[in-house]
T-cell receptor
Framework: DAGITQSPRHKVTETGTPVTLRCHQT?????MYWYRQDPGHGLRLIHY???????DKGEVSDGYSVSRSKTEDFLLTLESATSSQTSVYFC?????????????FGSGTQLSVL | AQKITQTQPGMFVQEKEAVTLDCTYD???????LFWYKQPSSGEMIFLIY??????QNATEGRYSLNFQKARKSANLVISASQLGDSAMYFC????????????????FGQGTILTVHP
C-alpha cells in the first residue's frame, strides 16, 4: 500500500461540464502520474508530475489539465468533459530503489460522461 | 508497431500448476525497465515484478518470476503453483529510457492476458 487515495471513486457527469479528479498520497513521493484505462488499450499516460508545479504531458493529454500545488495532491481536470473521456482513471506514484523500480496505483476512478 | 505485445488474450491453468504469460517488447533504447501487473475483477492494479534491462539475473518475487530474454526481446511472466486467487488480467509494461532521467513511471502497457485458474 503506497498510501494513494483517489476521489471520487465513481462519477457520472454530463457532456460539457468540468470535472476534477483528486489523487492524494501520504508518503511524500515526488513522482506522480495520471493514467486512463479503456477496453482494448491497456493503460495510457495522460499527465505526470516530477514535483510541485512541475508537470508535463503524456501520451493522451488532449482535453486534460493537471495541477500540483502540494506534494501530496495531484489534480486531473477535464475542462469540458466529452463522452470519449468515459474511462477508468488511475493515479500512480513511483518508488525507486537502487536496482528496483515500482509504480503503485490508486484504486481508480470510474468516470462516465453522458 | 506495438511496443508491448501480449499475444495470449486468455489463458487457462489448473490449480497448483505453473503458467507462463508471454510478453514481447520493442525498443531501441539500451536502458529500459519491464513490469508486470495484476488486475483482479475488483479493478485495482497490483504491481508484481520489475526487471531492468541491465539486470543479468531474472527477477523473482515469491511465486512470480520474469523470464527475461534480451536478445529475443521477451519478458515472460512465470507463475508457479497457481492459486484460484491468481485468476485476473495480467499486464506487461515497459519504461523506455534511462531511469535516472525523466522517464520514471512513464510506462507503455500491453493489452493484457486474462488468466483463469481452474480448481
Amino acid at each position: 500500500d503506497a498510501g494513494i487515495t483517489q476521489s471520487p471513486r465513481h462519477k457520472v457527469t454530463e457532456t460539457g461540464t468540468p470535472v476534477t479528479l483528486r489523487c492524494h498520497q501520504t508518503e511524500n513521493h515526488r513522482y506522480m502520474y495520471w493514467y486512463r484505462q479503456d477496453p482494448g488499450h491497456g493503460l495510457r499516460l495522460i499527465h505526470y508530475s516530477y514535483g510541485v508545479k512541475d508537470t508535463d504531458k503524456g501520451e493522451v493529454s488532449d482535453g486534460y489539465s493537471v495541477s500540483r500545488s502540494k506534494t501530496e495532491d495531484f489534480l486531473l481536470t477535464l475542462e469540458s468533459a466529452t463522452s470519449s473521456q468515459t474511462s477508468v482513471y488511475f493515479c500512480a506514484i513511483s518508488q525507486i530503489g537502487q536496482s528496483n523500480e515500482k509504480l503503485f496505483f490508486g484504486s481508480g476512478t470510474q468516470l462516465s460522461v453522458l | 508497431a506495438q511496443k508491448i505485445t501480449q499475444t495470449q488474450p486468455g489463458m487457462f491453468v489448473q490449480e497448483k500448476e505453473a503458467v507462463t504469460l508471454d510478453c514481447t517488447y520493442d525498443t531501441s533504447d539500451q536502458s529500459y525497465g519491464l513490469f508486470w501487473y495484476k488486475q483482479p475483477s475488483s479493478g485495482e492494479m497490483i504491481f508484481l515484478i520489475y526487471q531492468g534491462s541491465y539486470d543479468e539475473q531474472n527477477a523473482t518475487e515469491g511465486r512470480y518470476s520474469l523470464n527475461f530474454q534480451k536478445a529475443r526481446k521477451s519478458a515472460n511472466l512465470v507463475i508457479s503453483a497457481s492459486q484460484l486467487g491468481d485468476s485476473a488480467m495480467y499486464f506487461c509494461a515497459m519504461r523506455e529510457g534511462d531511469a535516472g532521467g525523466t522517464s520514471y513511471g512513464k510506462l507503455t502497457f500491453g493489452q493484457g492476458t486474462i488468466l483463469t485458474v481452474h480448481p
